[in-house]
């Protein structure tokens, strides 16, 4: 299973993915499956292993990270079982936006402008970048 996952990792970081985290758990789950004797991904096997995780969260990155091997290497071996891929039931929360008032963004472009070194670039930079931000909508991500 170890040679399928490094072809796997070789084909998926030469479309442009970096794979670091993925490496470590399909490793891991690989080393997990041989120590129980098996060489193709089994769900149960895929299950306890990514239970293993001390969060939801971990358990579910650990397990979806196994079911996109698994997916890939079904087209050319059928023998490896698809595990489902919400298991854990995990779902992530994101914490809603806070919205600045007139006020506060005020005081965001006073304190921007106050950035040193006085009467250089920087300070009317980020006033502006502020500003900008405000009016649009936008954010920096």
Request: with cysteine; hydrophobic share 45%.
């Amino acid at each position: 299973m170890l040679n399928t996952i490094e072809t796997y990792l070789a084909l998926r970081r030469a479309t442009g993915f970096a794979m670091s985290n993925a490496e470590y758990l399909l490793k891991s789950f690989a080393a997990f499956a041989v120590e129980r004797g098996h060489a193709y991904v089994q769900t149960q096997t895929a299950i306890d292993w990514a239970a293993l995780g001390p969060s939801v969260a971990q358990r579910d990155a650990r397990l979806k990270a196994v079911c996109r091997f698994a997916r890939h290497i079904r087209v050319e071996d059928v023998r490896h079982e698809l595990p489902p891929a919400n298991h854990f039931g995990a779902c992530k929360r994101r914490r809603p936006p806070h919205i600045y008032s007139d006020t506060e963004i005020g005081r965001l472009i006073e304190a921007a402008g106050r950035l040193r070194p006085q009467g250089g670039l920087r300070s009317l930079t980020y006033a502006t970048l502020v500003a900008l931000l405000a009016a649009t909508g936008l954010r920096i991500s």
